[in-house]
């Protein structure tokens, strides 16, 4: 967990002793949601692991959650570069938004569902489910999972030379499904991919 110096560090002389609170999901890096925290809403978030904010309607502090259950689960914090804004990352419990929407911005969909597939895969893992195909590949080893890569990965070079724009997304889409669970069947993650890609970047 990256927790930055602690609340001494953030400017509160900005904002009348009141920052804003990016709050993004630490798996999928979706933005969920935006708050104000004093440094006793943010010594709270950092002491009890779950994020705290001042609410401004009812002046007080309020913990994400308190009342419908749908907690934000502190995973890292980070200060930008002027200490006058927070970024949190955390594990949401249910929905953000009170609406019920998974996002308080309710974009049209998950821009980041690469991660929230792999962390759906990551449940399989942990909650084996009956039935679930997740598991059924599981259970044929490392070797089942590696073909069926190479084969998804073959249909979507024929689909893109020789099939429909539809057949070609649909391929692709198989293909990253089980790459997903490759990686995770190897102990790794997109997040490796990632920073791989970004040093080769450099």
């Not at 590696?146 to 293909?175: H, M, P, R």
């Amino acid at each position: 967990m990256n927790i930055f110096s602690g609340p001494a560090e953030a400017d509160w002389s900005k904002g009348e002793g009141m920052l804003p609170a990016v709050v993004q999901d630490a798996s999928t890096l979706e933005v969920l949601m935006l708050g104000y925290m004093t440094r006793e809403a943010l010594e709270q978030t950092i002491s009890e692991g779950k994020v705290t904010f001042f609410s401004r309607s009812k002046n007080r502090l309020w913990t994400k959650g308190e009342s419908s259950g749908n907690f934000l689960l502190l995973k890292d914090l980070y200060l930008d570069c002027d200490r006058d804004t927070i970024l949190i990352k955390a594990d949401p419990i249910g929905p953000t938004c009170h609406t019920g929407n998974r996002s308080c911005f309710d974009t049209p969909y998950n821009q980041n569902f690469v991660f929230e597939l792999e962390r759906i895969i990551e449940d399989r893992y942990t909650n084996p489910a009956e039935g679930s195909y997740v598991n059924k590949l599981r259970n044929k080893g490392l070797n089942k999972i590696a073909q069926k890569v190479g084969e998804e990965g073959v249909e979507t070079v024929i689909a893109a030379l020789a099939e429909t724009d539809e057949d070609f997304i649909n391929e692709a889409s198989d293909l990253v499904f089980h790459l997903s669970v490759l990686l995770r069947e190897k102990g790794r993650s997109w997040k490796d991919v990632a920073l791989n890609l970004e040093k080769r970047h450099r």
